[in-house]
């Protein structure tokens, strides 16, 4: 299980917030609403599920604040929407 950490406005993995190995970063939009900006994903990390479990990081720390989540990042809308168990955050 990959060890994923919070850092100012994303989530990541790695041992230093400011190069992670893997990031998701989010801006929150007011009205309780978070936007997933970026999801990154080095290709020779790729198909590990870090990028589902990256999205699911900010779909978790929606819930726990009460929050609604949004997704300008392509990759991050996509698992959104595959995975049924995240419908309850996303406002499309």
Do not use: W
Not at 10 to 35: A, M, R
């Amino acid at each position: 299980m990959t060890n994923i950490k919070q850092g100012d406005h994303k989530f990541y993995t790695g041992d230093d917030e400011n190069n992670p190995e893997t990031v998701i970063t989010f801006e929150d939009k007011g009205d309780d609403v978070l936007d997933i900006t970026h999801t990154g994903v080095p290709s020779e990390l790729g198909g590990r599920g870090l990028g589902t479990s990256l999205v699911e990081a900010v779909v978790k720390h929606a819930r726990e604040n009460n929050k609604s989540v949004v997704a300008t990042c392509p990759f991050a809308a996509t698992v959104i929407e595959k995975h049924p168990e995240f419908q309850d955050v996303y406002k499309k």
